[in-house]
């Protein structure tokens, strides 16, 4: 059974770069076809996604972060991660990392439970 | 810009209520729509996807239809496990859009 975990820093400062990683079990997050993506839920606000990871390094944002997230994939350790430049309070949410088969027309069918980053001086 | 909406924000409903919650695009684009159950604490799960496809696991009440611009998920007799958000999700293209949620709530 897939599973996805994620991690990160808790509680960073304003203009920090904070890291998450999503560690995958139970599959290769080098299998051909699938797609690895973060997605993060503000306090009492909906979903946004930010952006998508092949495990190759191609990688596709929304067009609203993609000046400050970066997404990174380490086949070594069968991890990917997500770097958020410069970040303010309005960064404050629950980060899920996902994944897909293919970068469009397959939805999101494994979920982490996600990790909460609040963002506080 | 490309926007859902969804439809009620909120719902409250006795235990075996039929309940419709409808998610509306506001460009007009295939089957590619997906719905979503939130719940506190819990992983996300994938309950219907190309409109209307039942995700494997997924119980047989929850139902899902539509194409264009007009999508619906029906749970046909609600249960008190089905208390959650639920979102509907586009995925014919980057970047991927999601409605604004569906809060139901037992009566």
């Known amino acids: 059974q897939l599973q996805l975990q994620e991690s990160g820093p808790g509680l960073v400062k304003p203009s920090e770069t904070p890291s998450l990683t999503c560690t995958v079990s139970g599959g290769s997050i080098s299998r051909s076809h699938y797609y690895w993506g973060w997605i993060r839920q503000p306090p009492g606000k909906g979903l946004e996604w930010i952006g998508s990871i092949y495990y190759s390094g191609s990688a596709y944002y929304n067009p609203s972060l993609e000046s400050r997230a970066t997404i990174s994939v380490d086949t070594s350790t069968n991890q990917f991660s997500l770097k958020l430049r410069s970040v303010t309070v309005a960064d404050t949410a629950l980060y899920y990392c996902?994944?897909?088969?293919?970068?469009?027309?397959?939805?999101?069918?494994?979920w982490g439970q996600g990790t909460l980053v609040t963002v506080s001086s | 810009d490309f926007q859902m909406t969804q439809s009620p924000s909120s719902l409250s409903a006795s235990v075996g209520d039929r309940v419709t919650i409808t998610c509306r695009a506001s460009q007009g684009f295939n089957t590619y729509l997906a719905w979503y159950q939130l719940k506190p604490g819990k992983v996300p799960k994938l309950l219907i996807y190309d409109a209307y496809i039942l995700q494997s696991g997924v119980p047989s009440r929850f139902s899902g239809s539509g194409s264009g611009t007009d999508f619906s998920l029906t749970i046909s007799s609600l249960q008190p496990e089905d208390v959650a958000t639920y979102y509907c999700h586009k995925y014919n293209s980057a970047p991927f859009t999601f409605g604004p949620g569906t809060k139901v709530d037992i009566k």
């Open positions: 996902a994944r897909s088969r293919d970068m469009a027309i397959f939805p999101l069918d494994y």
